[in-house]
Nanobody
């Protein structure tokens, strides 16, 4: 199983980025997908997640209204559209996959992880 996150970069406050997660080696449509982030010196934290059939999406309070998660099961892809970025959004962003869990915001529940992509929000 491989999850490949991409799309990070340097952006000014108020800007936008779209992260992508390409999955292979698993039946993508059978997995819930999550995005997490980790800033230097901090624990990995939940950002957003989406159920396997896009039936439900979840967001951390800190990103609600600014970030949008989506997926394309036909392409084995998950996305995180990030708008109105703030300096506090600076972190390494990871995509992850879990077969099924009631605790979708808990990183410990996830079976597979991508390598991470750096997002830096700075003027």
């Amino acid at each position: 199983v491989q999850l490949q996150a991409s799309g990070g970069g340097l952006v000014q406050p108020g800007g936008s980025l779209r992260l992508s997660c390409a999955a292979s080696g698993l039946t993508f449509g059978s997995y819930d997908m999550g995005w997490f982030r980790q800033a230097p010196g901090k624990e990995r934290e939940f950002v957003s997640a989406i159920r396997r059939y896009s039936s439900n999406a979840y967001y951390a309070d800190s990103v609600k209204g600014r970030f949008t998660i989506s997926r394309d099961n036909a392409k084995n892809m998950a996305y995180l559209q990030m708008n109105s970025l703030k300096p506090e959004d600076t972190a390494v962003y990871y995509c992850a996959a879990v077969r099924s869990t009631a605790r979708i915001a808990s990183p410990n529940e996830y079976n597979y992880w991508g390598q991470g992509t750096q997002v830096t929000v700075s003027s």
